[in-house]
């Protein structure tokens, strides 16, 4: 079992920057991809904002590139994305998922997400 557990969100101004962290915890795993997703109460699925792969490897949604910057420290099993120039259409709640590889399975863990409000 893991637990995985986001903090950072709140209220921000329009143009402004939060960084949201991430932290897995549980039994010996293998992180394989640790990703921020988002989603609205209007929306019926999460939304990429963008996702790290063991190595490194980052990908982004289109709308958050260059604004946005994901990162991950391997050794304390955390994520973060840091939030710059946010505009009101970043309002969301930002959830945290990770791929724990246990040898022959693999299974995603989401945290309760954390709550961004930018005002405009």
């Known amino acids: 079992q893991v637990l995985v557990r986001e903090s950072g969100g709140g209220l921000v101004q329009t143009g402004g920057s939060l960084r949201l962290s991430c932290v897995a915890s549980?039994?010996?795993?293998?992180?394989?991809?640790m990703g921020w997703y988002r989603h609205t109460p209007g929306q019926v699925q999460r939304e990429l904002v963008a996702t790290v792969g063991r190595g490194g490897t980052t990908n982004y949604a289109d709308s958050m590139k260059g604004r946005f910057v994901v990162s991950r420290d391997n050794a304390k099993n955390t994520l973060y994305l840091q939030m710059n120039n946010m505009k009101p259409e970043d309002t969301a709640v930002y959830s945290c998922?990770?791929?724990?590889?246990?040898?022959?399975?693999?299974?995603?863990?989401w945290g309760q997400g954390t709550q961004v409000t930018v005002s405009s």
């Open positions: 549980g039994s010996p795993f293998i992180i394989e991809t």
């Open positions: 998922s990770v791929r724990a590889n246990y040898g022959s399975t693999f299974i995603d863990y």
